[in-house]
């Protein structure tokens, strides 16, 4: 059962703050992604704005599998730092399940 | 799961932190490319390759393996692996490259020096006391053991009091001019790829390239750097023909190597998609980087279609051999 915790997206932020509030779900991303991820970045990004945990970590191989290439955010509408965002939740991920870094 | 992620990434930083490169590499590897070309060691300019060139034939080879055994039983071995990488370096035994290989980015480098030395570029080099850039570990998001490395890299440029770097891959090159900056406080840097240092100069072509090249831009350069004009006008200047592919300049469409180490089957269809679409326009193309050159020279090897990097083009073209 999935919980939402407001507290989770101060949680997630790496070198700069988890920025997806101007996402207006539009579906660009989506559509241009050339890995087909389907569930970055929108809908991963409303499961961190929820603080739903398990939700984000049940897709631990989408977030790794991001090519960072960035024709997502070529192409938002709102501007959301796709990458920078997919990159906190990559750090979120390493520090707290993987336990890799400085140790 | 194919490859297991924690395990792939621990082995790299664990290698980075400990041997300050993500793979380890020989003097003779990181600096053999240099010998005879007379490039003074230091100086306030320099040539800085970030050993990316030099670190891709372990890349290959280690991506042959993990591509070997994803889904396999023996995937469950990495953990083992990364136990034993602490103590003993195992990546060496991981990555046995090839001779020819090595041979192909070794030349790269070299044409990039000699297109400087030609364009009247002042500059020196590192030599071994040069440091990986850290791109790869900062991608995968392991932010502190690539913030600490920053600081290391930083602080061998300042003790050799260098003012201005000539990067020569578009992922050093985003590091240095616009990663560090947001990590090290008075970051002071002058930082610019070789193509624009290039495309500043006075280089006159001495032989003209007489082909149609299709030009296939790095994701960095382009949508992270804004670097698109300076390869056209280096290439159209010798007399070249430049053919836009359908996904071109900021809607470039990526090779598929960064997620090469962890996803080598989803990444040989990124690269295959990506060929089909270059070699519907042409039968020559050209990269800029070395990720970008690999991947598609080996998804290539199937059609009748030549990649070639871009300093292989601009060394015929404006150095007198
Ligand atoms: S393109 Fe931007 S605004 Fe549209 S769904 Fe994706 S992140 Fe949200
Ligand atoms: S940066 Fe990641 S999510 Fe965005 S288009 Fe590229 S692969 Fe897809």
Redo the contacts between chains.
């Keep these: 059962m999935s919980k939402v915790n407001p507290d989770f997206v101060v949680k997630i932020s790496?070198?700069?703050e988890f920025n997806a509030f101007a996402c207006m779900n539009c579906g660009s991303c989506t559509a241009l992604c050339?890995?087909g991820i389907d569930l970055l970045p929108r809908r991963m990004f409303r499961h961190v704005m929820l603080g739903l945990e398990d939700k984000v970590l049940e897709n631990?191989?989408n977030v790794?599998?991001?090519?960072?290439?960035?024709?997502c955010?070529?192409n938002c509408p709102k501007d959301v730092p796709i990458v920078e965002n997919i990159?906190?939740?990559?750090?979120y991920?390493?520090?707290e399940?993987?336990k890799?870094?400085?140790g | 799961?194919a490859v297991p992620?924690?395990h792939v990434?621990?082995i790299l930083?664990d290698n980075l932190?400990i041997r300050e490169s993500v793979m380890p590499l020989s003097r003779r590897r990181s600096i053999g490319w240099a010998k005879g070309l007379n490039i003074p060691k230091g100086g306030k300019t320099v040539i800085y390759t970030g050993l990316m060139y030099q670190l891709m034939p372990s890349i290959i080879a280690m991506e042959k393996m993990t591509s070997k055994f994803a889904d396999s039983w023996i995937s469950n071995f990495y953990g083992l692996g990364r136990a034993i990488n602490k103590v003993i370096s195992i990546t060496p035994f991981m990555t046995w490259t090839d001779a020819a290989e090595k041979e192909i980015f070794d030349r790269i480098l070299r044409n990039i020096a000699k297109l400087l030395q030609v364009a009247d570029v002042d500059f020196g080099y590192l030599y071994e006391e040069e440091l990986y850039a850290g791109a790869l570990v900062?991608?995968?998001?392991?932010?502190?053991?690539f913030e600490?490395h920053t600081h290391k890299v930083y602080k061998r440029l300042k003790k050799h009091n260098i003012e201005k770097v000539i990067t020569v891959d578009p992922h050093t090159t985003d590091m240095l001019k616009s990663v560090y900056p947001?990590?090290i406080k008075d970051y002071q840097l002058e930082v610019k790829s070789y193509l624009e240092v290039l495309a500043e100069s006075n280089l006159h072509p001495v032989k003209r390239i007489e082909q149609d090249i299709v030009i296939h831009d790095s994701?960095v350069y382009a949508?992270?750097e804004g670097i698109i004009d300076q390869p056209r006008q280096l290439l159209e200047n010798a007399g070249a023909k430049i053919i836009e592919p359908l996904n071109t300049k900021?809607?470039t469409?990526?090779c598929?190597g960064?997620?090469e180490s962890?996803?080598p089957i989803?990444a040989r269809t990124?690269a295959d998609?990506r060929i089909e679409q270059l070699a519907s326009v042409g039968k020559n193309s050209v990269t800029m980087c070395p990720i970008c050159f690999i991947n598609l020279k080996t998804a290539a090897e199937k059609n009748d279609f030549s990649v070639k990097d871009i300093s292989d083009y601009l060394v015929e073209a404006y150095c007198d051999h």
Aim: proline share 3%; hydrophobic share 40%; with cysteine.
């Design positions: 790496g070198f700069t050339p890995m631990t191989e790794f599998s991001c090519l960072l290439c960035k024709m955010e070529e990159k906190s939740i990559r750090w991920i390493n520090r399940i993987f890799l870094g400085k | 799961m992620i924690k990434l621990g930083v932190r900062h991608d995968e998001g392991i932010n502190d053991v600490a947001k990590i994701c949508r992270y900021k809607m469409y990526c598929g960064p997620v962890l996803f989803k990124i998609n």
